[in-house]
């Protein structure tokens, strides 16, 4: 059976993300939409796939939603550690500040989801060029 996370957890993970990886000093923990996050939890839990392709709509979904103020390309990819984590699965992408780039990409739908699965399996993707 499939363990997701709650709206609360990734809220929480915003405020983690922010504690623990500093970018701007203006970042603020602040939710600016519940419903997207919500339905963001609810399209990763009515999807028919592995736990991937779960991931992926986690991924993509959180941090295209734009649900909070700051941190929302780091909140996802934490979320998305946990939600493997916690089915038993790893992720194949390093904690590495290069990857920023990756989630820019994501976060701006340079990359399929195929290939978004492949780099949360096994961290490969192409390089994100605008």
Known sequence: MVKYISVEKIIEFNLLALNLIKVKKADSPKVLSGKKILDVAKNCEKLNGDLFDKAVILLKGLVQAH????????????????????????????????????????????????????????????????
């Open 67 to 130: 649900a909070f103020a700051s941190g929302n390309r780091r909140t996802a990819f934490i979320a998305v550690k946990y939600f493997l984590v916690i089915n038993s699965k790893k992720i194949g992408v390093k904690d590495n500040p290069e990857n920023a780039r990756v989630l820019l990409g994501i976060r701006e739908e340079y990359y399929s989801n195929k290939e978004i699965k492949e780099w949360i399996k096994n961290g490969k993707i192409k390089e994100f060029k605008r």
